[in-house]
């Protein structure tokens, strides 16, 4: 039976970089709230907001200190309490980002860890050894490319962090952790919480602490990457927290494969009710996101139908707070003349998002096209991970010059430069110095100027979203890849063999991923005889204006225009 959160869109908010309304040069909650009419005339069902908890903000906010208040930076309880109500009146439900993998080490729990005070000892990961580098507990390296161990001064003991040296991992063979979980999760649903967005939540057990097989990326991944003891935790809360509260979940699933996602997101298994993979956005990148390869449209085509194909629900995404602008990396910003495309590259990209099989999420600015940022240097990047990732290849004596070209394009700053809501002082974002640099394109891409543009990105995401939701076969159809050739893919949607599968219709999505016009071959005209009923080009219309007595024009076009996206409706059952 189809869920809420199957027919829904979900809006990602980075709360710190959306809508500062205090003057201090940085988003918070009271700006959100502000945005409100916006997100609900985008179409938007569902806000997600990336962590708003009490933080020392070392990884912005991923580093949680006080799991039940608000920092002082976004605003105060009663600030998410009415944007909880005032999105409620919008019929907008709002989830939180759950971060459970690890706390700050400024969090009331690491204090006491840290000083054994009974009932605490353990909520933590503690070896015993000689504060010398030489002698950690074990090989393994941290997501941000250090050591996963850091020496604690008080109670001179080694503790594990897969993170940042402020992000100490809780202990999950800890029962009283879980208790612990288990309560932030009822106060925020009881607040009103429609469920979470739960953050690396597949690394939570750690089955040993062994050394790890060696490797640039993560040693030590194999003894904590979804292991059994992952999934019972994952079970436990679904069953005494979230199902009897009918709550959401989706989980971010760092450098999950496709059997493993299975297991986590399959409606039988009571888990999670969905999972961000990576796969179709590190198809042109080596080492996670980091090294830039070739991009092949094939590539992505078989990537996606992966997925598409082998899970039984998708998180739908192309940007999210930690990833690269869509436009710059897999539209025409990826290309030479990027700006004279720009525009059309980010509505085929909304096509490939919207007539997915799964639920959409859109990530703020992503609707309106922002880009990539337009920093010239390492000094105007503020996020950690850049900066230890710079650290590391200039040991291993990778030049400056090659060193800025690699991580200009891979930073996860550039998915946090403000939102551009208009051309003004500030790009209306703020009315002081931001706390991250805004780029110099908001005179040309900001939400105000396409608001009432027919023609704009945004008005096509709008339509976008519109044609999803009016399209049983668009959401709950099969995905069947059928072309790839060069840069154009093409693939259908077709009612799935299920009383649910869709109303009847069918349609073949054709993209060309290069700023070229480009022919289809024969076996691709003839794949899809049809109407075009969409596109990026305006195609539509030709195919609408049968001439009289003349069957509609036979919609699949011989030739896509460059950066060209076409949906054409085929007939049913063909
Ligand atoms: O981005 C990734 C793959 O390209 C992941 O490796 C990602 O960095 C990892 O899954 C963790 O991301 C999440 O947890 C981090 C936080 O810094 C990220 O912002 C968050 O999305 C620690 O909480
Ligand atoms: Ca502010």
Not at 144 to 171: C, G, T, V
Not at 255 to 260: A, H, I, P, S, T
Request: with cysteine; glycine share 8%; net charge positive.
């Amino acid at each position: 039976m189809k869920k809420w959160w199957q027919e829904t869109v979900v809006y990602q908010i980075y709360p710190r970089s959306f809508q500062d309304s205090n003057g201090d040069g940085i988003g918070d909650i009271p700006g959100i709230t502000s945005r409100l009419p916006e997100l609900a005339e985008l179409g938007a069902g569902v806000l997600w907001l990336s962590p708003v908890y009490k933080s020392p903000q070392i990884d912005n906010g991923y580093d949680i200190s006080d799991y039940r208040d608000i920092d002082p930076i976004f605003g105060t309880m009663s600030d998410m309490e009415n944007l909880i109500a005032e999105a409620g009146k919008r019929g907008i439900k709002i989830i939180m980002d759950l971060v459970i993998n690890h706390t700050s080490d400024e969090h009331d729990w690491f204090q006491k860890s840290r000083r054994r005070e009974n009932g605490y000892e353990d909520y933590y990961i503690w070896k015993p050894g000689k504060k010398d580098r030489r002698n950690l507990p074990n090989n393994w390296t941290s997501f941000f490319m250090e050591d996963a161990w850091s020496f604690d001064e008080i109670r001179r003991e080694y503790y594990l962090h897969l993170f940042h040296k402020k992000q100490p991992d809780l202990n999950y063979r800890n029962p009283k952790v879980l208790e612990e979980v288990k309560n932030i999760l009822k106060f925020w649903l009881d607040k009103g919480v429609a469920g979470f967005r739960c953050d690396v939540i597949n690394v939570l057990w750690k089955t040993s602490l062994a050394d790890g097989k060696k490797s640039l990326m993560l040693t030590g991944l194999e003894h904590y990457k979804c292991q059994e003891g992952n999934h019972e935790i994952l079970r436990t809360l679904r069953k005494e927290v979230l199902d009897p509260r009918g709550a959401f979940t989706v989980g971010e699933t760092a450098m999950v494969n496709l059997e493993e996602a299975k297991l986590l997101s399959d409606a039988a298994r009571r888990e999670l009710d969905m999972v961000f993979y990576f796969d179709h956005l590190e198809m042109d990148r080596r080492f996670a996101r980091f090294i830039p390869k070739k991009f092949r449209a094939g590539e992505l085509l078989a990537r996606l139908a992966k997925w598409q194909r082998g899970l039984e629900w998708n998180a739908v995404y192309l940007e999210n707070h930690d990833q690269s602008r869509i436009v710059s990396h897999y539209g025409s910003g990826r290309g030479k003349n990027g700006q004279l495309y720009w525009e059309r590259s980010a509505k085929l990209l909304a096509v490939l998002e919207f007539t997915l099989r799964g639920t959409p999420f859109i990530y703020q600015g992503q609707e309106i096209g922002m880009t990539n940022f337009d920093f010239t240097g390492l000094d105007q990047v503020k996020d950690i991970e850049t900066h230890n990732l710079n650290r590391l290849m200039k040991k291993l004596l990778f030049p400056a010059w090659l060193r800025w070209k690699w991580l200009r394009l891979s930073s996860r700053d550039n998915a946090r430069t403000p939102v551009q809501w208009d051309a003004g002082p500030g790009a209306g974002f703020t009315g002081a110095a931001p706390w991250l640099g805004i780029n110099s394109n908001y005179g040309r891409i900001n939400y105000h100027d396409q608001k009432n543009d027919a023609g704009s990105v945004l008005s096509f995401y709008k339509m976008m979203i519109r044609f999803r939701a009016g399209s049983g076969t668009i959401k709950y159809g099969e995905f069947r890849p059928l072309y790839a050739k060069g840069p154009i893919i093409a693939y259908e949607r077709r009612p799935a063999q299920t009383p649910r599968g869709g109303d009847g219709e069918s349609f073949v999505v054709l993209l060309n991923f290069s700023g070229k016009k480009t022919k289809l071959s024969g076996a691709a005209a003839a794949l899809c005889p049809g109407t075009v009923i969409l596109s990026n080009t305006g195609r539509e219309a030709l195919s609408g204006t049968a001439r009289a007595g003349q069957p509609p024009f036979p919609g699949v076009p011989a030739a896509l225009e460059p950066w060209e996206a076409v949906v054409v409706r085929t007939p049913a059952g063909r």
